[in-house]
């Protein structure tokens, strides 16, 4: 069964943004220790400055890249927040490779 996470957003849910920068390390170290991975995790809009120098999660996400987890990050986004030569964990793809990942997997969560 493919498995699909998509991250949108710098932060996990709204409200507190320190909350939810709290909760989304939290995510992706629990994600790192969990039996089951997803296959993918697209990051898209401003949740690419998760793959970028400085972030808090770098950690997490280099573990999970190194388990074997297709990390993929949006070109456009990455261009958007002149991310381009910062960009420390996963590769960069193009919403055509994306949709097409997500049209093929079985399960798609929005984180």
Request: charged content about 25%.
């Amino acid at each position: 069964m493919k498995k699909t996470i998509i991250i949108n957003s710098e932060t996990l849910g709204s409200g507190s943004e320190e909350l939810g920068e709290r909760l989304m390390g939290s995510f992706f170290r629990k994600l790192c220790i969990l039996e089951s991975k997803p296959d993918t995790i697209i990051f898209y809009n401003s949740g690419v400055k998760l793959l970028a120098k400085g972030s808090s999660v770098l950690d997490a996400l280099d573990a999970l890249f190194n388990e074997g987890v297709d990390v993929i990050a949006c070109g456009t986004c990455i261009a958007y927040y002149k991310l381009n030569d910062k960009l420390i964990v996963g590769r960069v793809s193009n919403m055509q490779e994306i949709a097409s990942i997500l049209l093929d997997s079985e399960s798609v969560i929005t984180a």
